[in-house]
Every structure is written in C-alpha cells, then in structure tokens.
C-alpha cells in the first residue's frame, strides 16, 4: 500500500490533458499497489497565497518561539509540507503554460522549500531532506518541447527536474502528452501519452 499525492495546476477545469493524464498515471499505480491511498489536490482551487516577507520571516523562527499570529502565517506551509512528507508517490500534472509552470505550482514549491525541513546545508553544499520519494509528471503542451526547436523553450521538466532534486526527489518520471494543439500529431496524443506510463 502506498499514500499517493496527485497535485493539480490547471487552469481549465473540464478538458484539462494534464489532469487526464495525472489521472491516468495514479490509475496505473494503484493497479499496481492496490490498497493505496490517494489525495488529490487542486493547487489552483485553493488559491495558494505568494510567499510575502510575513511568511518567509516565519520560516527561519523556532516553532516554539512563533507568537500566535506566526503560527496562523506558516499553517499552510506547515501543511503542505507535511502532506509531501506523508507521501510514498507524487504525480504533479504540469501544464506547459508560456513555456513554464503555473503560478500555483511555483507557490506550492514555494512553501515546501523549507530550511532544516526539506533541505539542509553540508560541508559540501546544499542537501535535500525529502528522500524516499518517487515522482511522476504529467505534463501536457500544445506544441512539441522533447525534441526539435521546441526543446529550447521547456522550462518545466528540466525545472521541476532541477528544484525537487535540490529537495530530495530525484527519482522522478516525466509523462508527456505534447503536440496536442499541432495538426498530424494532436489526433493520438492523449493516447500516446497514456500507452507510454510505465510504472515502476
């Protein structure tokens, strides 16, 4: 049995390739982990509030020090980055949007980047905390950004990629529904995409 979190940052609520996709991945796990547990967040539906310097400031004070309004101010980090914790699998559906991720995804990475939490400093740089973990991307586009000129301007994979392995996460799978918005290609995407989740 595993505890499976399914983050959503689509902006389109019916329709949305990201989240069929998303879907289709947690599928396949449970089918191979019967029993899992699964959460779904909607990133986008809960409106994630930016980082201001309140918040940040709250992030560097001992817990037993944070006065009662503080406390309020770092609930939600605290949150999320206990409901990351708790997870075994994460499938992040990450929708290609002007050739990078969502704000709401950027806000959520945001509150979980946490010093002495989900990442530390050692003699020889930086080290991620949150170990353990698999993750598989669900990222959908319009046009075709694994290879070809395209390739250039994707910055989600190799962001998301780059930061949650700077957290701990390196093992982690892009799934990609692409070309969904390109004449020859967009007719057996989604299907493509799903026939191509391996999970391991």
């Known amino acids: 049995m595993k505890r499976i979190l399914h983050l959503i940052s689509s902006i389109q609520e019916k329709g949305s390739h990201s989240i069929q996709l998303g879907r289709a991945i947690v599928e396949k796990i449970q089918e191979k982990y019967p029993g899992s547990i699964l959460e779904e967040l909607n990133l986008v539906d809960i409106d994630i509030p930016h980082l201001n310097p309140a918040v940040l400031r709250t992030f560097f004070i001992p817990g037993d020090q944070l006065t009662e309004e503080e406390k309020v101010s770092i609930r939600f980090s605290d949150e999320m980055v206990a409901q990351l914790l708790a997870a075994d699998i994460i499938v992040i559906g990450a929708p290609l949007y002007n050739f990078t991720i969502h704000s709401s995804l950027k806000a959520w990475i945001d509150h979980i980047t946490r010093a002495g939490i ?83």
Request: aromatic share 10%; charged share 20%; no cysteine.
């Open 118 to 200: 989900t990442f530390g400093y050692g003699e020889n740089g930086p080290v991620g905390k949150v170990m353990g973990k698999k993750v598989y991307v669900a990222m959908s586009s319009g046009g075709v950004y694994s290879d070809g000129p395209g390739k250039a301007n994707d910055f989600v994979a190799p962001y998301l990629h780059a930061f949650l392995g700077f957290l701990g996460m390196k093992d982690l799978t892009v799934v990609r529904a692409e070309g969904l918005k390109v004449p020859g290609v967009m007719e057996d995407a989604m299907e493509k995409a799903i026939g191509s989740i391996s999970i391991d």
